[in-house]
DNA sequence: TCTGCTCGTCACAGAATCGTCACGTTCGCT
DNA sequence: AGCGAACGTGACGATTCTGTGACGAGCAGA
């Protein structure tokens, strides 16, 4: 089925962790170490990386960070495993990009469920391809965007911003829908934050700025069609 | 934002949940057994069932199965409060529908993340549908509407009373209930507002706006069918 | 350490939306 | 038929929302 990177110290929950996802049929790579975790990331390109928070070489946010910096591993899929507190908020924060979190202690059950889960939305996801929309072609497994035939750098947040738009074109994506989706902030707070990124991706847009339709007290919407913009 | 019903007969779970709930903006209605949890929710029709697996008088599974039966609460979203163990199974099963699941213990952190990624969920894919009516074809996802093929600018009130009237077509809405559906005010106020914007709505609407009818010392309805318009 | 880039936030201006008011019209009751 | 209540209507001003430019914090890389 898939392959997972388990990164956990403790023996015990490794041994636990390996023999439940084999027998769900999964290929499995252990790890006890941040460092090694890294390494065999690189190496064997997992799926899904199971990681723990709490890792004796180095936090697990921080090997969450190095594996989004590293363009080899930038879209593997990570579910962080976390004692109960407030971390929960960073873990799901955008600089880390977690896709899930299971809270300790946990049932196995839970957790292949949950790994289940991530792995069937990747699937949905992944479907890395060079998309033509009218003036904008967006190549996402490069990372590279071509307005009227000339290249716009974005940065990575532009990006996903526009790449969660088009995904989702001619649904109306409120303020709070994209600051979860793309920010993966989840908090109740009033932000200007989105409006101003939409307003940036907008101007590097130039002329295909406009598929990016603000509904006024709602949030954006991303045109139907590219039709009309000529 | 949003109503839920807590079904959790342990009365201080069901304090902390309410309290944490209504802080966070939620409308919370609580019910400590299984039979209340049906009746609650059939009357006060919720957005989302916080529903604790075991209950006095008979098991939260139970009681998801009554939920999805009705056919006024088939479409409510539910998320179990199950202890570690091998029922999850079942929650998650296609019999039950349950849109999520907490494993007790769990902190309050996680469960109003999860809360709130199940009503985003629900509110995505509510509005996935497009409608016909006559002369009248509304996209809710995409807040578009056309009269006769023309599109139609609303503003996100005018949208939203559309979308209140033509959800309850053929049965009268009082301006209290307008009011406090659409505009989300509770306090018994006189105000023409509604009207007001019932005008506005039928101005754009149109030939449509014959759709909208007033009952007189009563309220506002949308026409049952589209017939007689041509 | 320094520099440059990215990002979030703030303040302001302009446009759109909204609520309210006053007056006219319609409806239902006596 | 007359009257009063309810509703439709047009207009005004207050409020809200969005675009915009700019600043500063934080981070990464040299």
Same mark, same amino acid.
């Given at each position: ?5 388990? +990164? ?10 390996? $023999? ?10 252990? %790890? ?12 064997? #390109?997992?799926?899904? +990386?199971?990681?723990? !928070? ?13 594996? #989004?910096?590293?363009?080899?591993? #930038? ?5 962080? !495993?976390? %004692? ?15 896709? @899930? $979190? ?15 889960? +991530?792995?069937?939305? %990747? ?6 391809? /060079?998309? *033509?929309?009218? !003036? ?36 109306? *994506?409120? #303020?709070?829908? !994209?600051?979860? @989706? ?10 200007? /934050? ?16 406009? $598929? ?7 949030? $954006?919407?991303? %045109? ?7």
């Amino acid at each position: 089925m898939a392959r997972i990177l388990v +990164v956990e110290d403790e023996a015990d929950i490794q041994e636990i962790l390996a $023999y439940n996802l084999k027998r769900d049929g999964h290929d499995v790579v252990v %790890a006890s170490t941040s460092k090694d975790g890294l390494r065999l990331a690189r190496e064997r #390109r997992p799926d899904l +990386v199971l990681l723990d !928070l709490m890792l004796p070489d180095g936090s697990g946010t921080d090997l969450c960070k190095s594996l #989004r910096r590293d363009s080899v591993t #930038r879209g593997v899929r990570v579910i962080m !495993l976390t %004692a109960k507190g407030e971390e929960i908020d960073r873990v799901l924060g955008f600089e880390l990009g977690a896709d @899930d $979190y299971i809270v300790k202690p946990f049932s196995v059950r839970e957790l292949l469920l949950r790994v289940q889960a +991530v792995l069937r939305r %990747a699937a949905t996801e992944d479907a890395a391809e /060079t998309t *033509q929309f009218g !003036l904008l072609r967006v190549d996402r497994g490069a990372h590279r965007v071509w307005v009227e035939g000339q290249e716009v750098e974005l940065t990575a947040l532009e990006f996903k911003l526009l790449i969660t738009l088009h995904d989702r074109r001619n649904r109306v *994506q409120s #303020r709070d829908s !994209l600051l979860s @989706d793309v920010w993966k902030i989840d908090a109740d707070v009033t932000t200007r /934050t989105v409006d101003t990124h939409v307003k940036r991706l907008r101007e590097k847009l130039g002329a295909a700025g406009a $598929y990016i339709e603000t509904v006024r007290g709602v949030g $954006y919407r991303f %045109a139907e069609g590219p039709g009309g913009l000529i």
